[in-house]
């Protein structure tokens, strides 16, 4: 049944995002602030020819969308942002046929609605993909210009890296899953301008890699599957990938934080399991530490910190642990003395220590609230709200980097010289992440890893190759 709750598109009042430049190997440098986050889709036919552009700008929390394509029959057109960054032949959801451009799956949605309507229904109840029509004169040029907030370039709704794609009927926006809009004319990848980035592709069908770490010393980066556990290594200079250690060693069925130590010793937070497994620069189980037991542990995030301890949260437990130069493993602060308040949902996660070696920041994903802990009087303190759903930390100086996988960006902190009070800067999408959870620093560069963990707890197939990407300093 179809719920007729309409809205009228409307643009939003923030302006975020700004465009960037430069190589994967060298620090990028960003774009003027008043200059709006864009991107760009080649409309090409299905033999691969060029017959028009479509341009998307950033306004707000939406986006205006301006399309004109060539060769097409005079008359209305459905035109929908679909699933995938993929022009290529694949199946049809609606005929269960191979068809041109049936590589870039169904309609984009956001919502999971699993429902089919016109482009005015809030996303939890149609796709966030459905678009007005393209109206083609009789010169066989559509020309369209609109706004939206279904989908955007940034945020939850981001569409980059995505398709626009055009078929060759009209829309009825109500039959699933495209309105009888029938075969696909012409599609184009949402390019993100002005902005190069690199991806580390990994080889597995269910690796959702979550952590992240690097080996300076080595030029390896090390990331691990939050569903099985396995470890791998990779090469950051030339994206080789070698299985590290396989899922399932000494009983470990997830790998979500990482941190490699000064030892070169790679440190592994088992979530769910409770465990915090240690493995030797050759790949082997040096030791695996259990938390005490109980119904509900999620060791999510741990970091080395100067004073020699390892330091390791709990998501579920409102505990910090430690694990001492002896690899004793202790509860080292109960949070629930403290202004920490843990509720439902994943609560402290991302964990590093401030480089005075006086501190560590952690970040709280379900309220949003960055928190300093001091290491020697075990003072708590709020040092900003405004980051849900933040996820890894990375701290550079007094610049913190954090993941905020839900909302499909990385967000730049600026904070105080005592890492007291902190200020949000930019918030940046990339090429259009994916449910980013952790990253790490390579050289003047940060790599984020896509865990797409969201699509993996709804049960909804993943994008793959699962990916690592790459990106200057912002």
Known sequence: MKLQTRRVLTLGALALGAAMAGGAGAPMTMAPASTPLSATAAMRDP?????????????????????????????????????????????????????????????????????????????????GGDAPMLNVGADGVGRATFTTDKFSLTGMNGALNRTLVIHARPDDYKSDPAGMSGARERCGVLVRDGLTTRDYTLPGAQDFPE???????????????????????????????????????????????????????????????????????DGMTLKVLETPKSPNPYVNDLTPAPDGNVYVTDSNRPVIFRVDRNLNLTAWLNLAGTPVKYGPGVNLNGIVPTPDGRSLLAVQTNTGELWRIDLRTKAVRRVMTGLTNGDGLLLDGRTLYVTRNKDQVVSKVSLSADYGTGQLVTEEPLRGLRFPATLAMVGGDLVVTQAQLDRNMAGIPPETPFRLTRFGKF
């Open 47 to 127: 033999a691969g020819q060029v017959l028009g552009t479509a341009r998307f700008v950033q306004q707000g929390m939406g986006v205006q969308v301006t399309v004109e394509v060539r060769g097409l029959t005079p008359g209305q057109h459905g035109m929908h942002v679909h699933e995938y960054g993929r022009c290529t032949p694949g199946v049809d959801e609606a005929t269960n046929t191979i068809v041109p451009f049936g590589g870039a799956g169904g309609h984009y949605d956001p919502g999971m609605s699993k429902n089919h309507d016109d482009p005015q229904a809030p996303n939890k109840y149609g796709h």
């Open 211 to 281: 952590g992240v770490a690097y080996d300076a010393r080595r030029g390896i980066l090390y990331t691990g599957s939050a569903v099985n556990g396995t470890i791998y290594a990779i090469n950051a200079a030339n994206g080789v990938v070698s299985k590290f250690q396989e899922g399932g060693a000494l009983g470990r069925q997830a790998a979500l934080g990482l941190k490699v130590d000064a030892r070169g010793r790679l440190w592994i937070a088992g979530g769910a399991q409770g465990t915090v497994s240690i493995l030797t620069p």
